[in-house]
């Protein structure tokens, strides 16, 4: 099941060793001055940049307009959990069970993803600078999304790869 909330709030809750270093990425990514938050704010629009955490952890830097999909994919990971974190900007992610989604594209071993076809009663979660959405495998999920067709929201924003493993061992 997906978890929401503020970087604090879920790194007690989740009270894993393991994920000390993701969480003092993601503290850095936003804090003002660092110098992940700087090279992260230096993108420009539609960049992506992989960076090296650890041997088997890693993230994806990336800068860009929170959109309208033309054609509106899900999306779900089978070796990684997803930590997306949004350095600044406002997004809408839609969600979803896996079990209730139609295969759009089968499995992408190299990528570590499945898409799905859209969803209509998908929830909708508003997401805003300092949140933390965490997805594991059986959560579709489509971030990047506008609200309610308003104007673009640039979005700074940092997705951590985080192995299935690292969760299990508390």
Do not use: W
């Not at 070796?79 to 069970?97: N, T, W």
């Not at 499945?114 to 969803?119: A, E, I």
């Amino acid at each position: 099941m997906a978890i929401f909330g503020k970087i604090s709030d879920i790194r007690n809750q989740l009270n894993n060793r393991e994920l000390d270093v993701v969480f003092e990425y993601l503290e850095k990514a936003i804090t003002n001055n660092t110098e992940i938050n700087s090279r992260i704010r230096s993108m420009g629009l539609d960049q992506y940049k992989k960076i090296k955490i650890t041997d088997d952890i890693f993230a994806i830097e990336q800068s860009y307009n929170a959109r309208r999909s033309e054609k509106p994919l899900f999306e779900s990971h089978t070796k990684y959990i997803d930590f997306q974190f949004l350095i600044s900007g406002q997004e809408v992610v839609r969600l979803a069970c896996t079990d209730l989604l139609k295969i759009d594209s089968k499995y992408d071993e190299e990528g570590d993803f499945t898409l799905y076809k859209n969803y209509l009663n998908s929830e909708n979660i508003e997401i805003k600078k300092g949140d933390l959405s965490i997805f594991f495998t059986k959560d579709g999920h489509m971030p990047g999304q506008q609200k309610n067709n308003k104007l673009f929201s640039r979005v700074f924003k940092v997705v951590v790869k985080v192995p299935i493993i690292k969760m299990n061992n508390k």
